[in-house]
């Protein structure tokens, strides 16, 4: 099978960074596909030496001819809640490897219970929410917690200076209506009201209120770390942004196409009196998922993965050399930061 990659959900915003990725770091062995064949004729304009295949999730026939030579599937269609299991079943029935970029817990959750099995058995590799929500946190909490075979508590705090949500943000909000999930005394759990507090995310995000909000890390590190207690924080600021229907899409302001939006991921992890620390800064939390996607599709491609199966980003790469294999121009990683509690 020769190196061939399917993007479904190509004309999409985020697939679109991540096929002008690849394109730019010279992968031309490219299968766009998608829902819509007309945005894909569109598309083909600006990749015209690329192949397009309209794919209905309903059909699998075309499903199968569209990933038909695909060693890697990269599903780029939200919500995952509808798309993930039927192009998940097409990977199997074409043996390709499978990456998506889901940020919904049950969606995960959902591949995990239904496919563990018979991605081993096929020895196909399936890596969901390995995007900004989801697989940055996941592979920080790694490389974090690396020589610690117990943690007591893992805490995530994400500071966005605005969200200026997508189209397909928010069809993936109104979709997703189950009870969000946090992780406790080893196990998953509803995520009980809690009170809102402030956290200093330093320049260029500063001082914000965060909410507890549990996003596809929660799962994705419980599945992997032997740890007690997760928790993630999101700045109400975004929340207000994501809830306000009158807040526009992001707009583009650099060569990249990405927008102004600034980020910062701290994670914090604690061993009996021992604190780690290390945070994560860049520019659109859109953009962000395309270089972590084309690294993961390099290292599937190169063999440097650590098992078959359905597994995390944490799991299945080196986490800290895979978080400093990226440029900082991306993501600038910090060092990590240890200190003795009281």
């Known amino acids: 099978m020769e190196n061939r990659i399917a993007i479904y959900g190509a004309y999409g915003h985020t697939g679109k960074f991540i096929l002008a990725e690849l394109f730019r770091q010279g992968y031309k062995n490219l299968i766009l596909s998608g829902r819509d064949h007309e945005k894909l004729t569109l598309l083909h304009q600006e990749y015209p030496d690329l192949e397009i295949k309209a794919a209905d999730l309903h059909d699998p026939k075309t499903l199968d001819d569209a990933f038909s030579g695909a060693k890697i599937i990269i599903n780029c269609a939200g919500p995952y809640l509808d798309t993930a299991k039927p192009i998940i079943e097409a990977a199997l029935r074409s043996g390709s490897h499978y990456i998506d ?129 997760i928790n993630t924080f999101l700045s109400q600021n975004s929340l207000d942004d994501l809830r306000n229907n009158d807040t526009p899409e992001p707009k583009p302001v650099d060569s990249k196409n990405r927008s102004s939006q600034q980020f910062c991921v701290e994670v914090i992890a604690v061993k009996s009196n021992i ?44 986490a800290s050399d895979f978080l400093k294999s990226l440029n900082d121009d991306d993501i600038k990683i910090t060092a990590i930061e240890e200190s003795t509690l009281n």
Request: proline share 3%; no cysteine.
């Open 101 to 229: 970029l889901s940020a919904e817990q049950k969606a995960v959750l959902d591949v995990f219970e239904q496919f563990a099995e018979p991605a081993k058995n096929n020895k196909i590799l399936i890596i969901p929410a390995a995007a900004f929500y989801g697989g940055l946190a996941d592979l920080i909490s790694t490389a974090l917690t690396q020589d610690w075979n117990e943690i007591d508590e893992i805490n995530v705090y994400i500071g966005l200076d605005s969200w200026h949500p997508t189209k397909g943000t928010r069809l993936t909000g109104d979709r997703n209506h189950y009870k969000r999930l946090t992780f406790k005394d080893n196990r998953l759990q509803e995520l009980e009201a809690g009170i809102s507090k402030e956290w200093d995310f330093k320049n260029p995000i500063g001082i914000k209120e965060v909410v507890a909000l549990p996003l596809s890390e929660i799962i994705t590190i419980s599945r992997h770390l032997n740890v007690n207690t």
């Open 275 to 318: 604190r780690r620390t290390i945070s994560a800064q860049g520019q659109d939390i859109y953009a962000v998922t395309a270089p972590l996607i084309t690294e993961s599709i390099k290292r599937i491609l190169s063999g440097s993965t650590k098992k078959n199966g359905v597994t995390t980003m944490g799991e299945v790469f080196d």
